[in-house]
Structures are given as structure tokens and as C-alpha cells.
């Protein structure tokens, strides 16, 4: 197939992609308002210039919870750029995941190795689809909050990209150099955006020693000291600011059974992503994922045995062990923003299976060699598909049709749930900023809000600025903290009403 010819179904493919994802399975999502923890990163960037947010951003001393400069910076600047217009936000996420999709297929593309020029593509688009499609990491793209999920994985991609370019045979030693700078200085910046970003430095190792099996050479190791002395000056910095984070010294992470039931629990909300069970409370997700496990052990030692294929799917198990580990110490089940990365990796065990059995069903009669060049004659009367192999490859296709309407109507409607329960946020939001428009109150009384107290605190100091102190009360502590110039409010179904209000004398 001509280069010209790869190149246009790779354009359509993302196409395909970028419009399956944006309009089918999100097209809701730019509709949305700002949910939760929103409006606290809203309110801690809105008045501050840029040279304060970035003192304060990579100010170690002032991090009390994570080190993630780049998102402040990123939220920074989208504040400046778009205020309270929460699509807008929103559409960047989207581009985002759209754009990590593409990245990931063509991850797939270079990765694979087939004799068909037909099969990376396939891949490619497989897995693509996957990564956009999948409803298991659906807060990575809904919630504003989670931009953290897509940016730090972004740059882990562009890292792989050129990390897998420095370990091509047929490049010289400046351009490899070249590349596995510019790998670590992606690296160090998907670090500075998420810490779970830790695992790029084995991946470069897995990354490496695949390039190494591919170009049958040995691997060079030495070129991971520059990523390894970036990483490790992350942990000395990630370490101090985990000392004074608040999660930690209330035993919100641990060293106990969970450090194998939540990777396992994980990957049972990727393989099954059926409807409710996204927060993973079920008891039966971590017995899903162990099946899964064992199955994945079997095939690798059936692939070993038939010496075919086992160090590739060796290496996707390790990386798939990797992004799965961040999720191992968390005291609860982790939230599926957090299965953005595993689903990456499957996606690429996902497109690579899926090319292997194209070039299976179009390749009948194998190749035959001429010269140096390999020619392939699916045509030929000798080479003609099998009827049994035609059935395979249809059933598979409708197989797969049926799983991606499956998956785009659970997207859909994990979408909706998590709209629906982060509403009375943004009610909230809008009742207040009419009341305050009104009337100065020195004090906002929330009784028993449908939404955590932070966030009450952070959207009426949005709404009405830092001088109305907000409380969030019971009911029946409402006369007792009654003063003068007070507003108190109650939900009724969700939306905010007004409770009673008192006068400034």
C-alpha cells in the first residue's frame, strides 16, 4: 500500500475517532456546568497574577496535598481565557481525550509489527476507539477537575512516541540523543502534572527493551540515568509534600490487602463496565479482575510455549501491572479517573490483537519473498480467504460493533449520572450570585447541602466574595447561629430556596 494511501486512512481513522468521541459518546458534556472540587481550583486561581500562581504553583513549601504545578498553571490560564464559561473547559477536555486517543493508536502503529500493511491501521483505529470510547475512565473527561487524568497522559505519550523514535535502528546516535531528551523533558513535565506520571521511567524500560528485541540488538541502558535523575528528584520533592498531606496522616493510603484487591478491582471496572458499578464499590470487581488476570497468564504461557509473541504480551502485562499500581494503596476503591492510564495500555493489548487477526484473515496463502522485498498476493487464485475465515473475521467485526454501541450508551449514561449529582453545585451557584446581587450578607447559612462543605464554602466565595463567611449547618442549628444581615438556605429536590433571611440592624 503506498504511503500516500496510509497516510489518508490514518486521517480518516482519526477523523472516525474525533467525531465518535466529541459528538456520539460526550456530545452532552460541553453542556455541563462545574462540579465539586471545581470551584475550590476556580476560587484559588480567579485573583491571582500570573506571577503569583506560578510562585505559589511551584512554591514545594506551599503544597499541601499534591505537587502538581503544571495543572495550576493549566486552570490558571483557562480561568483568564474563559471566566465562568464552563464549555469552553469542557471543550478542551474533549480535545484532550480526542487527542490521547490518537496519540495511543498511533503508539499501536508503530508498535506493531506485521507483514500487512493493512493490520497497523487496524490497529490504529482499534485502538483509538478504544481509548475514546471506554466508559471506565469517564471523570478523566466529564470533570474539569480530572484535567490532570488527560494532560499528564498526554505527555506520557509524547514521551513513548519519543522514547520508541531514539530506540529505531536506522537513526544516528545525535538524533537518538536528541529524542531521549526530549522523552525525559516530557517526562518531567508529566511528573510536574500528576504524580502517578512516576511509572514513565519503567515505561521506558519496557519501551526500550521492545525497540532492542524489534532493531535485534542489546538494550541500552545507559540512556536511562537522565530520566532516572529527573524521577528521582520528583520523589524527593513528591515525598515532602506527601509528609504534610492530609490524606496520608489520616491513613487515606495504606500497605494492606488493598494493595492487591484495588489493582484488581481496577481491572475489573475495565473489563467490565456495566451500569452502577463505576465508583467500584461491588464486591465481585476485585474476583472480575483475578479472572481476568489468571486468563491473561494463561495466554502468555500458551504464547510462550508456541514461542510466538510472548515477549510482546509479557511486555504489555508489565506496563498494564505499572499504570494499575498507583491505584494499589488508596484505603478505598479508587475513582475510575484513575483507570485512564490502564485503559491506554489495554487499548494497545486491545489494537494489537486486533491487527494480528486481520493480517490472520487476509494473509491465507502467507507472503512469498522476492529479493529483499516482501510481496503480497491476497488476489492470486492460490491466496483466496477462506470462507471460514471470512465468517471469523465478520463475526468479529459485529462482535465489536455491538461492544462500542454498548460502551457509548454506558458512557452516556454514566455522563448523565454524574451531571445529575454534581447539579445542585451549580444551582447553588446561581441562586447565590442572584441573592448577593441583591443584598450584601455578612453570612450565607447552607442547611444540610446535598454537596460537601468545602464546596459550599469555595462556590459562595465565588458568588459573593471573600467577605460573606458561608456555614454549613443542620437543621436544627439554624436559630442558634441566626445574626443580623444573614441569609440562610435549604434544598428543596436538589435546587436552593431561600429559608429566611435577617435584616443588617
Known amino acids: 500500500m503506498p504511503a500516500a494511501q496510509r497516510y489518508a486512512l490514518l486521517l480518516i481513522a482519526t477523523a472516525v475517532v474525533a467525531v465518535m468521541t466529541v459528538s456520539v459518546a460526550y456530545h452532552a458534556v460541553p453542556d455541563r456546568a462545574f462540579a465539586a472540587d471545581d470551584f475550590q481550583w476556580v476560587l484559588n486561581v480567579r485573583d491571582q497574577s500570573l506571577s503569583e500562581i506560578a510562585a505559589r504553583s511551584f512554591d514545594v513549601s506551599a503544597s499541601s496535598h499534591f505537587y502538581r504545578p503544571l495543572v495550576w498553571l493549566l486552570l490558571w490560564s483557562e480561568w483568564r481565557l474563559f471566566g465562568f464559561d464552563a464549555r469552553a473547559f ?132 545507559r540512556p536511562l540515568v537522565l530520566p532516572l535523575l529527573v524521577t528521582g528528584a520528583y520523589l524527593v520533592v513528591a515525598l515532602d509534600v506527601a509528609a504534610r498531606n492530609a490524606l496520608v496522616r489520616e491513613r487515606g493510603y495504606g500497605f494492606g490487602v488493598q494493595v492487591v484487591l484495588n489493582p484488581l478491582r481496577s481491572l475489573g471496572l475495565i473489563v467490565a463496565p456495566l451500569p452502577g458499578v463505576e465508583y467500584g464499590r461491588e464486591a465481585w470487581l476485585p474476583l472480575a479482575g483475578a479472572c481476568v488476570a489468571l486468563a491473561g497468564a494463561g495466554a502468555l504461557l500458551v504464547c510462550w510455549r508456541l514461542r510466538k509473541g510472548a515477549a510482546s504480551l509479557l511486555t504489555g502485562f508489565l506496563a498494564l501491572i505499572l499504570t494499575l499500581a498507583p491505584t494499589a494503596p488508596f484505603t478505598s476503591a479508587p475513582d475510575s479517573r484513575y483507570l485512564y492510564l490502564p485503559v491506554v495500555v489495554i487499548a494497545l493489548l486491545a489494537g494489537a490483537g486486533a491487527s494480528m487477526l486481520v493480517e490472520w484473515i487476509i494473509s491465507p496463502g502467507g507472503t512469498r519473498s522476492t529479493g529483499n522485498s516482501v510481496e503480497w498476493h491476497i488476489l492470486s487464485r492460490s491466496s483466496r480467504i477462506p470462507l471460514l475465515r471470512l465468517f471469523v473475521g465478520a463475526t468479529a467485526i459485529a462482535i465489536v460493533a455491538l461492544i462500542g454501541v454498548l460502551a457509548v450508551n454506558e458512557t452516556r449514561g454514566r455522563e448523565v449520572r454524574f451531571a445529575a449529582g454534581a447539579r445542585p453545585g451549580e444551582e447553588l451557584r446561581l441562586f447565590a450570585t442572584s441573592q448577593c446581587a441583591e443584598a450584601d450578607f455578612d453570612r450565607i447559612l447552607v442547611v444540610e447541602p446535598p454537596i460537601a462543605a468545602p464546596h459550599v464554602e469555595a462556590i459562595i466565595h465565588l458568588s459573593c466574595g471573600v467577605r460573606t463567611r458561608p456555614m454549613v449547618i443542620g437543621m436544627g442549628d439554624v436559630e442558634r447561629e441566626l445574626r443580623p444581615n444573614t441569609l440562610v438556605v435549604a434544598f428543596d429536590g436538589g435546587f436552593p430556596r431561600e429559608l429566611l433571611r435577617t435584616s443588617a440592624e
Not at 93 to 114: D, Q
Open 90 to 221: 469542557h471543550m478542551l477536555s474533549l480535545a484532550l481525550h480526542t487527542l490521547n486517543a490518537a496519540l495511543t493508536g498511533a503508539l499501536a502503529y508503530r508498535l506493531i509489527k506485521a507483514q500487512s500493511p493493512l493490520a497497523p491501521i487496524v490497529g490504529f483505529t482499534g485502538t483509538a476507539l478504544f481509548v475514546a470510547l471506554h466508559p471506565a475512565p469517564f471523570e478523566a473527561v466529564v470533570w474539569v477537575s480530572a484535567q490532570s487524568e488527560l494532560l499528564a497522559a498526554l505527555l506520557l505519550l509524547l514521551a513513548a512516541h519519543c522514547w520508541w523514535s531514539a530506540g529505531e535502528s536506522d537513526q544516528r546516535s545525535v538524533h537518538r540523543r536528541g529524542w531521549r531528551i526530549a522523552a525525559t523533558a516530557a517526562l518531567a513535565l508529566a511528573l510536574l502534572t500528576k504524580e502517578s506520571a512516576i511509572i514513565g521511567l519503567p515505561l521506558f524500560a519496557l519501551l526500550e527493551w521492545q525497540a532492542a528485541r524489534a532493531a535485534q540488538r542489546r538494550p541500552a541502558w
